[in-house]
């Protein structure tokens, strides 16, 4: 079982950068696919972002593509999203995940096995 902590959620200006951090428990971190969702209000959630366990390669949903990246950094268990020209529609909880059960890039919520407990990102126009 794998504790995921997200944090660096806030309020940001349209157009403004934030960057989530998500900090994972356990000796297996570089061993899973992780990922990034979002729940906007009233939405179902969506997939956001997802990284490997060997490489840096990143895979995206069109609405971010250009705007977030998505990085891990193995020596400190954290896997991050970095946000850039945020706009008013990217408002949403931000959760990430792990996988322990599948491989590559992982894009379906069904496919992750542990979840943060979720950040809160605010983009005002």
């Known amino acids: 079982q794998v504790q995921l902590v997200e944090s660096g959620g806030g309020l940001v200006q349209a157009g403004g950068s934030l960057r989530l951090s998500c900090a994972a428990s356990?000796?297996?971190?570089?061993?899973?696919?992780m990922g990034w969702f979002r729940r906007a209000p009233g939405k179902a959630r969506e997939f956001v972002a997802a990284?490997?366990?060997?490489?840096?390669?990143?895979y995206y949903v069109d609405s971010v593509k250009g705007r977030f990246t998505i990085s891990r950094d193995d020596a400190k268990n954290t896997v991050y999203l970095q946000m850039n020209s945020l706009k008013p529609e990217d408002t949403a909880v931000y959760y990430c995940?792990?996988?322990?059960?599948?491989?590559?890039?992982?894009?379906?919520?069904?496919?992750?096995?542990?979840w943060g407990q979720g950040t809160q990102v605010t983009v005002s126009s």
């Open positions: 995940a792990a996988s322990e059960r599948f491989g590559g890039i992982v894009r379906r919520e069904y496919q992750y096995d542990n």
């Open positions: 356990g000796r297996s971190f570089s061993t899973y696919p």
């Open positions: 990284i490997s366990k060997s490489d840096s390669s990143g």
